[in-house]
């Protein structure tokens, strides 16, 4: 526990542990109660290369942003 609420808080998953996000959620999960409402969580994942751990999902996801850079790229 802390004292107070942080504002803002970094955390840094370790590319050889977390390569998906699916994983990489404990960095959201173990840091909420101390965050104060309104702060700010920035994940620093240098060894990101799945969205989640479903093969499908991960394909999703991607179509999905590709979809979207698409849409306003050519506004």
């Known amino acids: 526990m802390v004292e107070e609420p942080l504002k803002k808080v970094i955390v840094y998953l370790d590319p050889s542990e ?4 699916w994983l ?22 240098p ?4 969205f989640g751990e479903d093969k499908q999902i991960d394909a ?12 306003y790229s050519n506004v």
Do not use: C, P
């Not at 977390?18 to 996000?21: Q, Y």
């Not at 999703?60 to 849409?71: G, P, S, T």
């Open 18 to 21: 977390f390569k998906s996000t």
């Open 24 to 45: 990489g959620n404990k960095s959201i999960y173990r840091t909420r109660m101390a965050i104060a409402d309104g702060g700010e969580l920035i994940v620093l994942a």
């Open 47 to 50: 060894g990101l290369k799945e």
């Open 60 to 71: 999703l996801i991607r179509a999905l942003d590709m979809w979207e850079h698409q849409k």
